[in-house]
Structures are given as C-alpha cells and as structure tokens.
C-alpha cells in the first residue's frame, strides 16, 4: 500500500488485515421524520400566490414601465404553469428570487423618475 492509499484508508477507517482481507466500521443511526406532502405544496401554493398577487400589481400598474411588465408577466406565467405541476422547493425559491429582482428594477426606476421631475 503506497502512502497516498495508506491515508485513504485512515479517513475512511479501513483497516488492511494481512494483505488480503478489510475491515469496514460503519455506523448507521435511523430517526424517524415525518413529511407531510400535502401541508408542504400548501405552503409552496401560498408563496406561489403571494407572488402572483404581486405580480398582478406591477401588471396593472397604468404607470409602469412596459419592459417590466412584460417580466412581471412572465413570472406570472411561470407561476401558474407550476402551480399546476409538481411543485418543488427550488422552483418557488427560483420566482421569488427572480421577482425580487424585479421589484429592485422596479424601485429604481421609481428613484430614477422622482430624481428627473
């Protein structure tokens, strides 16, 4: 065994008997979790809805700016289209993070105007 597999062997707590044989420890502790599937796509439909509701604002807003819209827009949609199909932890997470950049596109477009009148 050169050293590089002697250090290997250390870290994962093989131990070489006489050439030919290995010994592995291993040590499994089981614990009990409960998810509930129902309660978690609730959660994620609420975010969901949250999301959409604010994007409806930005939408209808008569004095917004149209290439904002059009992503509010497209959020929405997305939105929607996974409301509709399984629904992850990931996906909500990726909207939100989206739609957050664009409220910060949002507000500064708002400074940006106040700061030209």
Same mark, same amino acid.
């Given at each position: ?31 009990? =979790?409960?998810?509930?599937? %129902? +309660? ?7 975010? !969901?809805? *949250?999301?959409?509701? /604010? ?31 399984? =629904?992850?932890?990931?996906? %909500? +997470? ?7 950049? !664009?409220? *910060?596109?949002?507000? /500064? ?9």
């Amino acid at each position: 065994m050169d050293a590089d597999d002697q250090g290997d062997a250390e870290e994962t707590g093989v131990e070489e008997l006489h050439n030919t044989t290995q010994r592995v420890r291993l040590s499994i502790t089981a614990r009990r =979790v409960r998810i509930d599937p %129902v +309660e978690r796509r609730r959660r994620y439909i609420g975010r !969901l809805e *949250r999301l959409m509701q /604010e994007c409806d604002g930005i939408i209808s807003d008569p004095e917004g700016y149209e290439e904002i819209q059009v992503k509010a827009m497209a959020i929405l949609i997305r939105a929607v289209v996974v409301c509709y199909g399984l =629904v992850t932890d990931e996906q %909500v +997470e990726e909207l939100e993070e989206e739609f957050a950049a !664009l409220k *910060r596109r949002v507000a /500064e477009k708002g400074r940006k105007a106040e700061s030209d009148a």
